[in-house]
């Protein structure tokens, strides 16, 4: 899976802020698009890489690969 990680929680959650815009959520039963992870050390922003709200290509924030730990392997 792809994340963008930002340094702070703030930050992460303005770029949520921004794909809201652009996706035009809330929609339906759908809120806001992600919320925000951590993943060592930093705020991380789930990237969507196929679909109606992909945004792979639209994303701030440094792109990282990320397979998170099986709920076994914790």
Do not use: Q
């Amino acid at each position: 899976m792809k994340y963008a990680t930002f340094n702070t929680k703030s930050e992460a959650e303005d770029e949520i802020t921004r794909l809201d815009g652009i996706f035009g959520i809330p929609m339906g039963k759908v809120k806001k698009y992600t919320d925000v992870e951590e993943i060592n050390g930093k705020y991380a922003v789930r990237i969507k890489e196929s679909g109606s709200w992909k945004c792979d290509h639209i994303i701030n924030g440094t792109i990282i690969d990320y397979t998170p730990p099986e709920p076994d392997d914790i």
